[in-house]
C-alpha cells in the first residue's frame, strides 16, 4: 500500500471516530477518574473536597475513606443488602420472563414483533411513573392493602403495611427490570432448533426432560446475559427504596446519594461508587467472559 | 407452532397483566375524582386542565423538551459516527467508552459528573444536565446504527466508489440512506431516554434547574396529587408514540437479528 | 502498447504472497480472462486494478498512466460484483444514472444514456422496477449496464456468473460475448470455471497461487499446455510423467512407470534423463478390440477398469498389464449403442506421436 493511501484511510479514521471519541473521554471517562482521585482525598470543610494541597504543601491523598469503609461494618452489611435485594430480583425476573420469553419464540412469526414491543414498552414509560404506580397499588387505602389486611384480620394478625417496606422494594425492582431479562432470553430462545426437541421426544424424553436436559441448558447463555442486565442495574438503584423503602431498606444506592448531596462527604461517597463500579464490571466481565466460552447456544 | 400448554400461556398472561395493570392504574386514576389514588369515584378532566396553568409544571416540561432535543440531536450525531467507527475500524478503546454508560448504574455516572462539573466551577443547570445526557445517549445511538450497519451488503460500498463516488458521497448516497431507519430509530431513543431522565438528571441538575421527572419526584415525595398521573399519562402516550414509530423504522431495537 | 500493463506486481499478506510477480498485458478490446482455482489470487490481481487495493510492488498501468495513487472513483474502469452490489433504495434507472450522476452528467442528458444502456442488456421497461423485484438474470443485467453506461475504458468482471444456475449461465455467457463485440471495450474476466474461460475469452491468463502459469489463446492453452498444473486444470488430460530416455529426429521418449516407453513429436531441446510429462487428452486416443493395421507411436493394452457414460460421451478408464490408468473418450454419436466396451473387455489404445504434447517437468 502506498504511504498516501494508508494516510488517508488513518486520517478518515480518526475523523470519524475521534468526535464520539472525545466526547465520551471528556465527559465519562475523566470524571470516571476524578471520581476515583477524590476517593484518596479528605472532605472538605463545607462539603465536597478539601484543597488539594494544604498550606505546608503536602498533597491531600489517604486512604481514610477506604478504611472507613471496611471497618465500619454497617457499610458492608448495606453492600450486602443491595447485593442479596439484586439477587433476588433476579431470580424472580427469571421465573416469570421464562416462560414469557418461551410464548414469544414460539408464536408465529408475525406476532412476535408486536409481543415483543408490548413487552419493551413499558420500559420506555417514565422510570418514575413506574415506581409511583406501585405506590399506589400498595397504598394503605388501596384495594390490595385492604384485602390482604382483611384477610390477616380474619386470621387476626396485625395489619401489615404493605408500603415502605422490602416487600414493596423488591415487587418495584422486579417490575422495573423484567424487560430487560426477557429480551436477552428470548433472543437465545428463539434459535432453539425444534429439532432437538422432536429427536430427543422420539428417543422418550418427557416434557420436563426435555426443558430441564435440553432447553434450559442451551439457554443459558441467554440466563447470564438477562442475569447480567437485572442484577447490575438493580444493585446500583436508589429511587425506588427510596420512595418505596422503609427505613431498613437502605441500599447502596441510597447512601452513595447520601453522601453527595446531604453529607457532602464526597470521598466517602467516592469510595462507594467506586466499590459499586468495581462489583458491576466484575459481574459484566463474568457475564461476558461466560456468554463467550459457554456460548455454544446453537446445535 | 403455538404452544400449547396451559401454564405457559397463563404465567405468561400473567407476566404481561403484572407488566401494565400498574401503569393502567395509574392512567385510570389520573381521570379520578378524587384527591386520594384509593377507589374510583367519578369521572373527572380536572387534574389535566390544573396541568395546563401549573406554571411549575409547563416549565418543568419546557426544560425537559429543549434537553430532550439538544440531547437527541447531538447524541444521534456523535452515536451514528460511533457506530460506523466501531463497525469499520477496530479501536479497541470506542468500544469500551461507548457502551460503558449504559453497563453500569446510573448513579456512578451521575456522582461523577457531579464532582467533574463542581470541580471545574461549571454552573449546574440545563446545560450540564444536557452534556449529562448526551453521553449516556451515544451508546444507544451507536448500538442501533452498528447492527443496521451489520445487517447491511458491504460490497455497495465499494460499487458506489467503483461508480466513481468518492468516500463522502459514498456514504452519502449509500450507506446513510441504507442506514437512516436505525439513525431515526437512535435518536427517537435518544429523545425519549432524555425525558423520561431520572437518576443523572438528580444529581447534574443543581438547584434551580427542574426538568419534568425531577417535579414528578418531588411531587411524590412532598404531596402527592393526581396531577403527577395526568402528567404521567401524557408522557406515556408521547413516550409510546415515538417508541413505536421507531421500532417500525428499526426491528433491530428488539432484536439482534440481521434485517432481511 | 498494451492496454492494461502489469508489471511484476506483488500483494502480500503477512508471508503470503497472493500475487507473486505477475506481468501481463491486455489489449484493447479484447476479452481478457484470469482463470484459477480458488486462492490462486485472480480476484486479488482483479481488485488491484479496480483500485480497493493496491500493491505492494511493481505497477499498474492504464493507457501508458501509472494507477498507483488513484483511488477507485477517479480510475477509468468499472467493475461488475459477484453478488450484483445493486443499491437496494434505487430504481433500476436510479442505480444506472448513479455513475452519470457521480461525474456530473447533465441531468438531461440522463435519460437518454440510460435508455441506451437498457437496451444494450435487453432490459428496456425495467426502470422503475427495484432491485429485490429481479431475478438474478436480470439483476446481473442491470449491473452490466450500470458500469458500462458512463463508456469506461476497461470492464471488470468478478465471476459475474457463478451465483446463476447452468442454462441461465449459458444464455448469460452467448449475451456477453456479443455484448462485448458490441461494445468494443476490453473485458478482464475472473473464473475458476474453465469451460467459461474457454468458451468466453480471446485470451486466458491461468494463475496458480499468485503466479501465471501460462498465458495464450483457449485453443493453444488447452492443446499446448505448458505446465502440468495447466494440463490438468482445463479439460481432462492424462499426464505421463517419467525420465527422458531419448530424444532423437523430433521424438522424445519418456519411461513412464506402469507404461513402458511413450514417444512424443516435440521441437523441445530437452536432455537425456531429465524429467517430462507427455499430455495427452482423452478424444486423441484410438480405443478398439483389436490393433489397427499400420502402426502409430505408441500401442498399448490393457482391460477397461471403468466407464463413465456421460450422455454425449462416454469416459473409459483402461488398466494396462503394467499397472497403469489411462483415460479415453468416445463420442456415442456414431452409433446407436450407449456403450461400446463393458467393464473387462480388453482392449487396444493407440495414438499418434503428434497426438500428446510435452512439457518439461
Not at chain 1, 387505602?141 to 414493596?168: D, H, K
Not at chain 1, 416434557?207 to 438477562?226: E, N
Not at chain 2, 419546557?62 to 451514528?80: E, F, K, P, R
Not at chain 3, 422496477?129 to 458500469?147: C, D, N
Given at each position: ?299 | ?260 | ?212 502459469e ?9 492443446g499446448f499446455p505448458r505446465t502440468k498444473f495447466v494440463a490438468d486444470f482445463i479439460g481432462q488430460c492424462n499426464l505421463f510423467s517419467g525420465p527422458v530416455t531419448a530424444n532423437a529426429g523430433g521424438i522424445v521418449t519418456v519411461d513412464v512407470a506402469g507404461l513402458g516407453p511413450v514417444r512424443v513429436a516435440t521441437g523441445s531441446a530437452v536432455a537425456q534423463g531429465s524429467p517430462g510429462t507427455i499430455a495427452l487428452r482423452p478424444?486423441k486416443i ?9 502402426s502409430p507411436g505408441n500401442h498399448y493394452q490393457g482391460?477397461?477398469a ?11 478408464r483402461v488398466e494396462t498389464s503394467g499397472g497403469s490408468r489411462i483415460e479415453a ?19 487396444e489404445m493407440t495414438w499418434p506421436v503428434d497426438a500428446g504434447h510435452f512439457i518439461a517437468q
Amino acid at each position: 500500500m502506498t504511504a498516501m493511501a494508508r494516510r488517508s484511510i488513518r486520517m478518515a479514521k480518526w475523523m470519524v471516530s475521534g468526535p464520539p471519541l472525545v466526547y465520551l473521554l471528556l465527559f465519562f471517562a475523566i470524571p470516571a477518574l476524578i471520581m476515583v482521585l477524590a476517593s484518596f482525598r479528605t472532605p472538605g470543610e463545607f462539603g465536597g473536597l478539601a484543597p488539594l494541597m494544604d498550606e505546608s504543601g503536602k498533597l491531600d491523598i489517604n486512604l481514610d475513606s477506604y478504611a472507613r469503609f471496611f471497618t465500619e461494618t454497617v457499610y458492608l452489611q448495606v453492600f450486602l443488602k443491595s447485593a442479596w435485594y439484586a439477587a433476588l430480583t433476579t431470580l424472580v425476573c427469571l421465573l416469570l420472563a421464562y416462560p414469557l420469553a418461551t410464548l414469544i419464540a414460539r408464536s408465529p412469526r408475525k406476532y412476535r414483533d408486536v409481543l415483543l414491543l408490548l413487552v419493551i414498552l413499558p420500559f420506555w414509560s417514565n422510570f418514575l411513573i413506574r415506581v409511583y404506580a406501585w405506590m399506589i397499588i400498595l397504598g394503605p387505602n388501596a384495594a390490595l392493602a385492604r384485602v390482604v389486611n382483611g384477610a390477616l384480620a380474619w386470621f387476626g394478625i396485625e395489619p401489615v403495611p404493605l408500603l415502605f417496606s422490602a416487600f414493596a422494594v423488591l415487587v418495584c425492582l422486579v417490575y422495573v427490570h423484567l424487560p430487560f431479562m426477557v429480551l436477552p432470553l428470548y433472543a437465545n430462545l428463539e434459535k432453539h432448533d425444534q429439532a432437538l426437541l422432536d429427536a430427543a421426544q422420539d428417543l422418550g424424553a418427557s416434557r420436563w426432560q426435555r426443558f430441564w436436559r435440553i432447553t434450559f441448558p442451551l439457554s443459558l447463555p441467554g440466563v447470564y446475559a438477562g442475569a447480567a442486565l437485572v442484577f447490575i442495574p438493580a444493585l446500583g438503584i436508589f429511587a425506588i427504596p427510596d420512595i418505596l423503602g422503609g427505613p431498613n431498606d437502605t441500599m447502596i444506592g441510597n447512601l452513595i446519594k447520601q453522601q453527595f448531596l446531604e453529607t457532602r462527604d464526597w470521598p466517602f461517597g467516592s469510595v462507594l461508587s467506586i466499590v459499586l463500579t468495581a462489583a458491576a464490571l466484575a459481574l459484566a466481565g463474568i457475564a461476558a467472559w461466560v456468554g463467550r466460552s459457554g456460548g455454544a447456544a446453537r446445535a | 407452532m403455538l404452544s400449547r400448554s396451559p401454564w405457559l400461556w397463563t404465567t405468561a398472561l400473567a407476566a404481561y397483566a403484572f407488566l401494565y395493570v400498574p401503569l393502567l392504574i395509574v392512567v385510570v386514576y389520573s381521570f379520578n375524582d378524587s384527591r386520594l389514588n384509593a377507589e374510583w369515584v367519578g369521572f373527572t378532566l380536572d387534574w389535566y386542565r390544573k396541568l395546563a396553568t401549573d406554571d411549575d409544571m409547563l416549565a418543568a416540561a419546557g426544560n425537559s423538551l429543549l434537553i430532550a432535543v439538544t440531547a437527541s440531536l447531538a447524541s444521534t450525531v456523535l452515536g451514528t459516527m460511533a457506530g460506523v467507527a466501531m463497525h469499520r475500524y477496530r479501536l479497541a478503546l470506542l468500544p469500551v467508552l461507548v457502551l460503558s454508560p449504559i453497563a453500569i448504574p446510573e448513579i456512578l455516572m451521575g456522582v461523577s459528573l457531579l464532582i467533574f462539573f463542581v470541580l471545574l466551577n461549571f454552573t449546574l443547570g440545563l446545560v450540564s444536565v444536557a452534556l449529562a445526557h448526551i453521553a449516556f445517549c451515544i451508546g444507544f445511538v451507536a448500538i442501533v446504527v452498528r447492527a443496521r450497519l451489520a445487517g447491511m451488503d458491504e460490497t455497495l460500498t465499494e460499487a458506489a466508489r467503483d461508480c466513481g463516488a468518492s468516500p463522502g458521497n459514498a456514504f452519502r448516497f449509500v450507506t446513510l440512506p441504507l442506514i437512516m431507519p436505525g439513525v431515526i430509530a437512535g435518536a427517537l431513543m435518544a429523545f425519549t431516554l432524555s425525558i423520561d431522565d431520572f437518576v443523572i438528571t438528580f444529581f447534574t441538575a443543581g438547584a434551580g434547574t427542574v426538568t419534568l421527572p425531577l417535579l414528578i419526584y418531588s411531587m411524590i415525595k412532598i404531596s402527592v396529587t393526581p396531577e403527577v398521573n395526568a402528567v404521567s399519562t401524557l408522557l406515556m402516550l408521547l413516550t409510546l408514540l415515538l417508541i413505536v414509530i421507531a421500532a417500525k423504522l428499526s426491528p433491530t431495537l428488539l432484536r439482534s437479528e440481521r434485517e432481511s | 502498447m498494451a492496454l492494461l500493463d502489469i508489471e511484476g506486481v506483488t500483494r502480500r499478506f503477512g508471508d503470503f504472497a497472493a500475487v507473486d510477480n505477475v506481468s501481463l498485458g491486455v489489449e484493447a478490446g479484447e476479452f481478457f480472462t484470469l482463470l484459477g482455482p480458488s486462492g490462486c489470487g485472480k480476484t486479488t490481481l482483479l481488485r488491484m486494478i479496480a483500485g480497493f487495493d493496491l500493491p505492494d510492488g511493481g505497477r499498474i498501468r492504464l493507457n501508458g498512466e501509472d494507477l498507483a495513487g488513484r483511488p477507485p472513483e477517479s480510475r477509468p474502469v468499472r467493475t461488475v460484483f459477484q453478488n450484483y452490489a445493486l443499491f437496494p433504495h434505487m430504481t433500476v434507472e436510479g442505480n444506472i444514472a448513479f455513475p452519470l450522476q457521480m461525474a456530473r452528467v447533465p441531468a438531461g442528458e440522463r435519460p437518454a444514456r440510460i435508455a441506451a444502456a437498457l437496451e444494450d442488456v435487453r432490459l428496456i421497461g425495467f426502470g422503475k422496477r427495484y432491485p429485490h423485484e429481479l431475478s438474478g438474470g436480470q439483476k446481473q443485467r442491470v449491473a452490466i449496464a450500470r458500469a458500462l453506461v458512463t463508456h469506461p475504458t476497461m470492464l471488470l468482471l468478478d465471476e459475474p456468473l457463478a451465483a446463476l444456475d447452468a442454462k441461465l449461465r449459458e444464455e448469460l455467457q452467448i449475451e456477453l460475448i456479443n455484448l462485448q463485440k458490441e461494445v468494443g471495450i476490453a473485458f478482464v474476466y475472473v473464473t475458476h470455471d474453465q469451460t467459461e474461460a474457454l468458451a468466453l475469452s480471446h485470451r486466458i491468463a491461468v494463475m496458480n497461487q499468485g503466479r501465471v502459469e501460462q498465458l495464450d489463446e483457449p485453443s493453444k492453452i488447452y492443446g499446448f499446455p505448458r505446465t502440468k498444473f495447466v494440463a490438468d486444470f482445463i479439460g481432462q488430460c492424462n499426464l505421463f510423467s517419467g525420465p527422458v530416455t531419448a530424444n532423437a529426429g523430433g521424438i522424445v521418449t519418456v519411461d513412464v512407470a506402469g507404461l513402458g516407453p511413450v514417444r512424443v513429436a516435440t521441437g523441445s531441446a530437452v536432455a537425456q534423463g531429465s524429467p517430462g510429462t507427455i499430455a495427452l487428452r482423452p478424444e486423441k486416443i484410438r480405443i478398439a478390440k483389436e490393433a489397427p493395421a499400420d502402426s502409430p507411436g505408441n500401442h498399448y493394452q490393457g482391460a477397461v477398469a471403468d466407464l463413465l457414460y456421460m450422455g454425449d460421451v462416454t469416459v473409459y478408464r483402461v488398466e494396462t498389464s503394467g499397472g497403469s490408468r489411462i483415460e479415453a473418450l468416445l463420442a456415442n454419436s456414431q452409433s446407436g449403442r450407449a456403450k461400446f466396451f463393458e467393464v473387462g473387455d480388453a482392449v487396444e489404445m493407440t495414438w499418434p506421436v503428434d497426438a500428446g504434447h510435452f512439457i518439461a517437468q
